[in-house]
């Protein structure tokens, strides 16, 4: 057989969903029109990305896709697509003759470009033919503006524009984001009555140091349930004593005063007003300092899940264990459903049993959940999936938040700030 012939007979057994593809075009022509970006000065932001054609965008997360099943000497490949001219910086490799983009190319490039994390770079040539062009290695300061196509395992792949999630591939489906699912069952749990004019502001640190310490137990790839509780001890009544690993830290350089539990409230305060707000750039550099060391905090307690058992911790990150053994608290009567949401558009929340809702970690998590109503329990499973617990303010009733891991992934401090910004919506403000 010839190898034109040959070529001919080779298809993919699935296409995208033409409407899918045309409704992502939709929505980013809608974003590079919002203003949103700038409402972030300085290193936070960049300038809208360049929208692609039908075609082009089909094929890129086509490529990202396939390779999603892909494997590199039996490993898993998960890659990264920028898609954006050339461009010539101290964090860029560029090929000096550019290569075709395929699922072949990707998946050699992705496995060399996991740890530490870089982006491959893809724009069409003068044929309007992708190539890619080189990576470049990824800045956690930057709102990634630009289209961002990035595979989270087999059959998943995320979507972002101009610094927001918008659409997904789940295995055979298709979705599109929905922030404001989450955000309004976990975000009433993170209020502070004792914080005044800074409560929005610490419920924003709050939300942000949770996704950042869910997305860092994912990449430790070993599972983990994180137990995110008030600063009481009434979580105790809900854990076997004694506790394996128990004393208790925050995790932050020594230029911390940490001698007493502490909030960060004052340093974090004026880091999150730094950022709309014009400051000086000796300012700046101190709050970009406490950024990272939050930032690195949020590692170090991820890194603890690791260890077989929970981690609990305040909701402002101050570690009082890990290893510890979830028990029923006295007198409790466990609920045999739970209700089920995802952050995704049109997702009908529905009720399962307790039994259906995962294994022993997430039935775990689910119980301490209902027994501590103030608290958020997340479970991040060994091939990524991350489910987030709490219960209902009026009734009581379990949520296990699923999918959650189309959320946590890094869009840039700006676009917390951003979905934050768009989907409070508190009555007293």
């Known amino acids: 057989m010839s190898t034109t012939r040959d070529q001919a007979m080779h298809h993919h057994a699935y296409s995208l969903n033409s409407e899918f593809v045309d409704e992502l075009l939709q929505r980013m022509h809608q974003l590079t029109g919002s203003s949103a970006p700038s409402r972030f000065p300085g290193n936070v932001s960049q300038q809208p990305g360049t929208i692609p054609t039908t075609e082009q965008l089909a094929s890129l997360l086509d490529g990202a896709f396939w390779t999603s099943f892909s494997l590199d000497e039996g490993n898993v490949v998960t890659i990264s697509i920028l898609f954006m001219p050339a461009e010539k910086s101290h964090d860029t490799f560029l090929f000096d003759r550019p290569i075709l983009f395929d699922v072949k190319n990707l998946v050699k490039l992705g496995a060399a470009l996991e740890n530490p994390r870089a982006d491959i ?113 009434d979580w105790r009544l809900s854990i076997s004593a004694p506790i394996p690993y128990t004393g208790g830290a925050s995790f932050l350089e020594s230029d911390y005063d940490v001698a007493v539990k502490p909030t960060l409230l004052a340093p974090i305060t004026d880091f999150f007003s730094g950022l709309i707000k014009t400051k000086e750039d000796n300012k700046r550099d101190k709050l970009v300092k406490m950024r990272t060391q939050v930032d690195q905090q949020c590692r170090h ?38 209700r089920v949401i995802k952050p995704v558009e049109g997702d009908s929340a529905t009720t399962v049993g307790l039994a259906d809702i995962g294994g022993t970690r997430h039935q775990s998590a689910a119980l301490f959940a209902q027994a501590q109503p103030g608290a958020v329990a997340v479970v991040v499973s060994q091939d990524g999936d991350i489910t987030i617990f709490t219960t209902d303010d009026e009734s009581g009733e379990v949520i296990a938040i699923q999918q959650a891991e189309l959320l946590v992934l890094h869009e840039g401090l700006g676009a917390t700030f951003w979905n934050f910004t768009e989907n409070r919506r508190d009555p007293e403000e």
């Open 301 to 338: 307690i991820a890194r603890l899940t690791a260890v077989d058992g929970a981690l609990v911790m305040t909701f402002d990150r101050f570690v009082f264990c890990f290893g510890a053994k979830i028990i029923p608290r006295e007198g409790q009567e466990v609920s045999s459903t739970i």
């Open 121 to 233: 770079g893809v724009w069409p040539d003068e044929n309007g033919l992708l190539k890619i062009w080189g990576f470049k290695t990824r800045n956690n300061d930057l709102l990634i503006a630009q289209l961002w196509i990035q595979v989270l395992g087999p059959g998943r792949v995320l979507t972002t524009f101009n610094g927001k999630s918008i659409g997904s591939l789940i295995s055979n489906t298709s979705v599109f984001i929905d922030h404001s699912n989450m955000m309004k069952t976990v975000l009433p749990k993170l209020d502070s009555s004792d914080t005044g004019d800074q409560g929005q502001t610490l419920k924003m640190l709050r939300y942000t140091s949770l996704l950042n310490t869910a997305r860092a137990m994912r990449n430790h790839s070993r599972g983990g349930t994180l137990l995110v509780v008030p600063n009481s001890d």
